[in-house]
């Protein structure tokens, strides 16, 4: 693996480092918030689950929805909790309190340091819905929402910067679905009304759902040259797994992600020239995870029901390899994706479980854990000269890599894909020089398909690697199906 300062990507963005909460299922009551819980503290959040997303250090979180964003009335989840509406949320037919809203979410923020990230409605809601929670969000006192925001408590400004123009309007399943047309007018008129009132907010347009939608592409395109210029990102979900049992496919994923974010980049980047315009769309991966298990009718539809158990995946060790792969790629394309969020934190398809007052951190918690420990810097082109094998994607390398640099270090993000064999690595630097060590780590079983349980907690967890020799050459061997992550003291 060949690496030089010279050859920069960009600066990666901290904000590729969130995550997402949706009311759906246990991912808020019974996961973020839970007054019941022993664990519970003076606002009713899980202490336990609180620590824990903590360690993640996640930057910037992504809130209501998702699919329930397209039904969800903003006013419902404000003011006195004993006054809000108990309401049939059809998203995914669950029974909604309100009893976690705005404010609620602003101060999970302000725990944790996340920034905050909204979604509006705009399937089964207006512009002016949309217009109206800004104020309320971002307005200073002596306006209606604004007093709303005050009269609950908050009489500082919320200041939240990222707004998305609804979720997935592409999708027929969506509240509101639309053609491409229809939803760019809409999502024009709510980011002007938005942007007048906060011109310092930022919007994100829904992209197209996915590489395998009929709209792929297309959608993306009429929109952006729809919106003429309102939206400064465009988003990107992707859901990956691995039913047929090819572990080796499933592994070269990562080329599956660079493809999607160039193809979409290149969309944007056409829209740019063919409006002769000097600003562009970035890309906001604001949905990306594991989820393939629990996918059938019954994981979907909770029956009526209030916080019922809704896609709770359970990730092994080769999921986890492949949420590094994610992360990889989008530290390669840092100069178009400025934003990820991993979907979602807890309970739902979550790198964390809860199980009554028990807690558990699965695979994925570790894998993701490597890289948010290592934010910033540059992002480095690399050139990898080593043995290949075939998959859907073409002749893929057996390393899977991302590196970064910053005046005085080096973070090496490195993947053996072989199932059974060590791969030998040797990494050239320049110019300068890798003086030593700093910290390595590994995620790494003995089987792909080890996972952590609420009995067995550490069957997949980080631990340090101490497989690295800096004296004549930087070598190591990295053991298969393996996730390093190396922060290297430059000379």
């Known amino acids: 693996m060949t690496l030089d300062r010279r050859f920069a990507v960009g600066a990666v963005s901290p904000f590729i480092y969130g995550g997402f909460l949706e009311h759906m299922g246990r991912s808020i009551y019974q996961g973020v918030y839970d007054p019941e819980s022993a664990h519970a503290d ?46 049939r949320e059809l998203a995914w037919q669950s029974i909604e309190t309100n009893e976690f809203g705005t404010d609620e979410f602003i101060r999970l923020c302000r725990k944790l340091d996340w920034t905050p990230m909204l979604t509006v409605n ?74 007048a009132c906060d011109r310092s907010i930022e919007t994100v347009a829904c992209g197209s759902s996915g590489p395998r939608m009929p709209t792929w592409l297309e959608w993306d395109r ?72 629990a996918r059938g009718a019954g994981d979907t539809d909770g029956g009526g029901k209030f916080a019922p158990h809704l896609i709770e995946e359970r990730y092994n060790l080769e999921d986890a390899l492949v949420v590094g792969a994610f992360l990889m790629s989008f530290i390669r394309h840092a100069d178009c994706v400025k934003i990820a969020n991993l979907a979602q934190l807890v309970n739902v398809i ?29 992002a480095l082109s690399a050139h990898i000269d080593g043995p ?53 780590e590994m995620v790494h079983a003995s089987s792909l398909d080890a996972e952590n349980t609420f009995e067995a907690p550490n069957t997949v967890v980080s631990k340090p690697f101490e497989g690295w020799s800096t004296r004549d050459q930087v070598v190591v061997e990295l053991p298969p199906h393996s996730l390093v992550a190396t922060t290297f003291q430059l000379a």
């Open 222 to 293: 009429t929109v952006l040259e729809s919106m003429r210029g309102a939206a400064d990102y465009v988003s990107l979900h992707r859901y990956v797994g691995n039913p047929d049992g090819d572990s080796p496919g499933y592994l070269a994923i990562g080329h599956g992600i660079d493809r999607q974010i160039e193809a979409v980049d290149a969309c944007c980047e056409y829209v740019q020239a063919r409006a002769g315009s000097r600003r562009r769309a970035f890309l906001c991966f604001d949905e990306w995870n594991v989820w393939y298990r």
């Open 42 to 87: 003076e606002d009713g959040f899980r202490a336990d689950v609180i620590g824990a997303l903590r360690e993640l250090a996640m930057t910037i979180v992504r809130y209501p929805g998702g699919n329930f964003a397209s039904g969800y009335r903003w006013r419902d989840g404000i003011g006195d909790r004993e006054s809000r509406p108990t309401v």
């Open 350 to 378: 979550g790198p964390l479980l809860t199980e009554g007052d028990e807690l558990l951190k699965q695979s994925i918690f570790y894998a993701f854990k490597l890289f948010s420990d290592r934010k910033g810097g540059t």
């Open 122 to 195: 705009l399937g089964t809601g207006s512009p002016e819905e949309a217009r109206d929670w800004v104020e309320y969000c971002n307005a200073p006192t002596g306006t209606l929402f604004a007093d709303m925001r005050a009269a609950g408590g908050s009489e500082a400004a919320h200041a939240v910067p990222v707004w998305c123009l609804g979720n997935e309007m592409d999708g027929p399943w969506q509240l509101g679905h639309a053609p491409a047309g229809e939803y760019a007018l809409r999502a024009r008129q709510a980011a002007r009304m938005m942007k």
């Open 388 to 440: 290949l094998y075939e998959t859907e994607y073409g002749a893929v390398p057996y390393l899977d890599a991302a590196a970064t640099v910053s005046d005085n270090s080096l973070n090496l993000f490195a993947m053996n894909r072989h199932l059974s064999e060590p791969l030998p690595l040797v990494v050239e630097f320049g110019p300068g020089e890798i003086a030593r060590v700093e910290s390595s």
